[in-house]
Structures are given as C-alpha cells and as structure tokens.
C-alpha cells in the first residue's frame, strides 16, 4: 500500500523559513511523479512544484525563486524548501505521488496518493 506522510509544517513569522518532508512508503517514487500542492479556505488547490520521473522539475507561477522541490538521496523522502515566506503562503500543504498519465503535472488528477497534509501558517 502506497503512503505519504507530510512533515515540517508550523507557525513562522514573515520572511522565516521552513522545511517540508514527504517520506514515502509502499513504492519506489523514482517511478513517479512527486509533487506539492496547498490549499486554503479562500484558495482553491494550487500546485506549487513537482519532480518528474526522470529528475524534471517545475514549479508553480512565480515560486521558483522561493520554493525549491529536491528528492532525497534515498528516493524516499521529497522535500520542499520554502524561504522568505509570506502571509499568503499560509494553507495546508500537501504531498502527493502518481504516474501523470495525460494529464499536466499541476492537475490534480495527475497525482493517485495524497499525503494527509501539513500546516503552514505565516504571520505578519
């Protein structure tokens, strides 16, 4: 059984800096596509970045100078790394793993297995 397992959520004031683990279980995510969404009560799910199965990234609109999406070198754990975090980044983060199919790698649908979330709250 495939699971994730999001980690490093918390409470930080603007400008700090988190670190986000999604460790992985029942599968090896080198064969996937890895990826990290958030959502918040005012925002509809947004992707934020994404590996692809051969080691591609891609990263939401205007994230990639904050954000960086790596995976470990053990292949089980994803990683995003956030700085100079803002009050609109607050929601809930979550991981998630699947295969793409035809679907673009920041549709929902791309992705099989979800990650319970984790939160992420940054005040001003």
């Known amino acids: 059984q495939v699971q994730l397992a999001e980690s490093g959520g918390g409470s930080v004031q603007a400008g700090g800096s988190l670190r986000l683990s999604c460790h992985v279980s029942?599968?090896?995510?080198?064969?996937?596509?890895m990826g990290w969404f958030r959502q918040s009560s005012e925002k509809e799910r947004e992707a934020v970045a994404a590996v692809g199965m051969d080691g591609e990234l891609a990263y939401g609109n205007s994230m990639e100078d904050r954000f960086t999406i790596s995976r470990g070198s053990t292949k089980n754990i994803l990683y995003l790394q956030m700085s100079d975090l803002r009050p609109d980044d607050t929601a809930m983060y979550y991981c998630?793993?699947?295969?793409?199919?035809?679907?673009?790698?920041?549709?929902?649908?791309?992705?099989?297995?979800w990650g319970k979330g984790t939160q992420v709250t940054v005040s001003s």
């Open positions: 029942g599968f090896t995510h080198s064969h996937y596509c």
């Open positions: 998630a793993s699947g295969r793409r199919g035809a679907y673009a790698w920041s549709e929902a649908n791309a992705y099989s297995y």
